[in-house]
């Protein structure tokens, strides 16, 4: 297994956004950090960002960033993501699932049969991207002697958010990760699934302009998290003596955050919405083979 200030880690959905935000929270000396995304070129993309971009800035702070151009709805090209890691390093320490299709029709009010069919695609670039990059991903965990499975979700797991396919979505990654850690725990390797607060991020800080003015969102608004909060998170959960204790379940990155002593980049502590969104769910621990 590796030492904890040389790893090779893999952060899909990079180009922009949580992420972005969570590749450079993981950046450091020693570390190699993959970031895919479907980005490459400035202005290809409603929202500024580039898979170069953010291997660039990576490579700024101290680790090694690798921008690899990669569309997670087409398993070839995750098939060759994951050869590619293999050939290089012949194994892996850590795999964040965050790749999302986020359409724009996603945070339009009303019944989910006035909103385009076309909004299941978070059931394919997020549901179904998340088993099969970590299908690809496992052999070379397994190889490292020990590693780390996050998958990127939100408390919409629990509460109605956005619809049917966004809530089904992330209550699936959420399930998804407590089923992987019992098959990965023999081999020493955790998986969680981690619930972000709201994220100030490239998508995000237009809609806050707007929300200000929103008694609603007023709060929410007020405690965002920055980009790369879940980052330093996921940072601290890797190196921490009891990680192995907490693979399988769903973590508020707020709360672990509170209990890792770890603060986001302008010194906040953002706070839990446990109370007012709900709280993480416990699975049974029965296993039916």
């Not at 008694?215 to 190196?239: K, M, N, T």
């Not at 955050?257 to 502590?269: C, F, K, N, S, V």
Request: charged content about 20%.
């Amino acid at each position: 297994m590796s030492s904890e200030n040389d790893r090779v880690i893999v952060v899909t959905g990079a180009s922009r956004g949580a992420g972005k935000g969570i590749a450079l929270g993981l950046a450091g000396p020693g570390t190699t950090i993959y970031v895919t995304g479907r980005t490459s070129v400035e202005g290809d993309a409603p929202l500024p960002g580039t898979v170069g971009a953010t291997a660039e800035e990576i490579t700024a702070r101290g680790g090694v960033g690798i921008p690899v151009v990669c569309d997670h709805s087409d398993d070839e090209q995750v098939a060759e993501l994951f050869a590619r890691v293999e050939r290089k390093h012949g194994r892996l320490d850590m795999l964040v699932n965050n790749a999302l299709v986020v359409h724009d029709e996603l945070t339009r009010p009303g019944p989910f049969w006035d909103k385009p069919l076309s909004l299941q695609v978070v059931l394919d670039v997020g549901t179904r991207s998340t088993y099969v990059a970590s299908w690809h991903a496992a052999p070379l965990l397994v190889a490292n002697g020990g590693g780390l499975v996050v998958n990127t979700s939100s408390f919409g797991g629990r509460c109605y958010m956005h619809g049917p396919a966004y809530g089904a979505g992330k209550a699936a990654v959420d399930k998804m990760a407590h089923d992987m850690a019992h098959d990965f725990r023999p081999y020493g390797v955790a998986a969680v699934s981690l619930w972000m607060g709201m994220l100030r991020t490239e998508r995000t800080e237009k809609l806050f302009e707007g929300a200000a003015e929103s008694e609603q969102y007023r709060s929410f608004v007020a405690s965002a998290e920055s980009a790369e909060f879940p980052g330093r998170v996921i940072d601290a959960l890797s190196r921490d003596a009891g990680l192995m204790e907490r693979s399988g379940k769903v973590l508020i990155a707020a709360e672990l955050a509170e209990e890792l002593g770890i603060r986001d980049t302008d010194g906040g502590q953002p706070p839990s919405h446990r109370g007012y969104l709900g709280a993480p769910p416990e699975f049974s621990d029965a296993v039916v083979e």
